[in-house]
């Protein structure tokens, strides 16, 4: 990009700001300028970690200047509020995955957000590693063949570990559990590889977690051109995170190791594309070079920020991902398939 | 078991047929008898290969005292009639999966075979592979935690073969396509790894094969005890074979290469099942040993035919199988979740 590196400030100091503080440091088109977080404490700890200024309200860190946009890592259900004031000062906004917890939230920020005429960025970085966009290379090449079927998994052991008073613990705030948090990641991924989704059918409960949210998820998917999909996600279990195409004339396998999730920078590194094939003995690796997902949302942001123009994961995409998760939990509580479009009228977003 | 070994008599000498017939010939406790189709050609050629007599008939074949038990190869649509007549005389039936393509053929086959007072044993082989064995006793000894989710697929391309007068065609006599073909075995395992199954949603639809049948399922299941599962099953893909068990301390993965499955004698050993684990570096491959599920079921059934007892997958599994699939299509019919019980009461099975 080139140029004066965009000058972002963290509204949200928990773990994944620092993950996403450490990809801006390891860039050269961002840099952070500032943070807030309610626990004066905690944002002084941070300011000092990332050599930045910790503002004394989001007020503050909205009026300054110095910040040229907003890197939004507070809980979802405070990500509505949060952009909205940003929007109310004209600052951009790239927001952690995923959009919002609702629908209703989502569409306030979209409110927000066009209203202003500020872009946004959603943080569904997975469809950026490298796996991820080789099978997607593959699908538009036509070495898949057609779709016929996706098959996915996010899922980590979080839940034994929640306590009251984490907005994660409670089913109103944190509705699906493990779908809202990592299966989204995967749903964007979907709409990446297979374009739009009709009609959504789920089974989401809570087996074994102290906590009152769901634990475990498992969600059908069938797109608007035909293919099918599954998502499943449980928060009771080892991390894993895989992703399984089905075309016409192969199937491939990609499968990250979920202890590098967080290491953006070596993740692809720790990560596996496989390919049947069937005129061969065994199926193939493909080899991927080392990416950097957190780093490269960050910076598409940063150059819409700069240029213009819209970023690949941006309001549309992040409202259909919730459209989506929104739909899984009407089916787990009606037992009826859940066709996403009639949500998005019920919502006024189309 | 010693002694001499159950003469058996096929009917149906079609691919499968010879698939269990080289199975039979592993087996020192069952001999090929005889065989009935009805090209005379094709059992002449059958009879010859495996050295039995070609019956003109299938009630020659019933009435033969030489034939003690009889192995049913037919299409699924025509099981229920088969047994029946096989019941009649009193002969004791394997079955290949599933025991039936509907309920309604399925009870009429479990009231023939009670009031016979036969055995009857289904080839639902694949929970007898040494890595669903092994993920069997990893749930059973706790190694696995508790049962969380199971994720399955059994997919292959046979769609793109079907032609017209071949029943694998036609919806009617083959509905659900790949789910009642491949899947169904999935649906077994899932019932011997995680117990009975209360709820199932599916999508199950046509993407591109030539015939008119389904190719291509998504259906999730809850479990009587409440975990999750899922099951893929495409027809119109490269052949794949999973079983990935979720348990909240470690996942197991399961896969079996697909060129392997038809030769049960050679199929664990181009298996893999890996366990991940949480406290180590790496996914851990455990060793399988070489079975042979398909001489285990027939062996099986013959240890039943002479000393009594109940085969490990008899009436009850079988039924409860088709029950699933049916709540299957039931539910990509109706767009609404499918309990399984009012299935089982509906068609009179409980």
């Known amino acids: 990009m080139g140029g004066k590196p965009v000058t972002v400030g963290f509204v949200g100091v928990g773990r994944w700001a620092n993950v996403l503080a450490e990809a801006v440091q390891r860039s050269n088109q961002l840099t952070v300028g500032g943070c807030y977080a309610r626990s004066s404490e ?5 300011a000092q970690k990332y050599g930045c200024r910790a503002f004394p309200s989001l007020e503050a860190l909205l009026e300054d200047p110095g910040i040229e946009a907003v890197v939004v890592v507070t809980p979802n259900n405070a990500h509505a509020e949060v952009i909205e004031a940003a929007a109310a000062h004209g600052k951009p906004v790239f927001v952690e995955k995923p959009i919002a917890n609702t629908l209703a939230d989502a569409v306030r920020i979209k409110r927000a957000c066009e209203k202003a005429k500020i ?13 991820i966009r080789r099978i997607k290379a593959m699908l538009d090449s036509g070495d898949l063949g057609d779709l016929v079927l996706v098959e996915t998994n996010f899922s980590n052991d979080r839940a034994w570990d929640l306590k009251p008073g984490q907005w994660r613990f409670y089913r109103d705030e944190n509705p699906g559990g493990p779908l809202i948090q990592l299966g989204v990641h995967h749903v964007d991924t979907l709409h990446y590889l297979g374009g739009p989704i009709d009609r959504v059918q789920a089974f989401v409960k809570r087996l074994y977690t102290p906590a009152e949210v769901e634990d475990v998820a498992a969600v059908i998917c069938e797109f608007s051109r035909g293919p ?3 998502i499943g996600s449980a928060w009771v279990t080892p991390g894993v995170f895989w992703v399984r195409v089905y075309g016409t004339k192969t199937v491939a396998t990609y499968s990250l190791d979920f202890r590098w999730w967080a290491r953006a920078n070596l993740a692809d590194r720790h990560s596996q594309l496989v390919v049947e094939d069937p005129g061969k ?14 780093v490269e949302e960050l910076e598409d942001f940063a150059q819409v920020v700069r240029m213009g123009g819209k970023p690949e994961v941006g309001l549309e995409e992040g409202i259909a991902v919730v459209a989506v998760a929104e739909a899984a939990l009407r089916s787990a509580q009606t037992g009826q398939v859940q066709p996403v479009q009639p949500l998005f009228r019920e919502f006024g977003v189309q």
């Open 281 to 294: 003995a065994n199926p193939e690796e493909v080899p991927l070079e080392q990416g950097d997902m957190f």
């Open 228 to 230: 099918l999909a599954y």
């Open 119 to 131: 872009p946004l960025a959603v943080g569904h970085s997975a469809r950026r590693l490298k796996g």
């Open 42 to 46: 905690r944002r002084e700890e941070f």
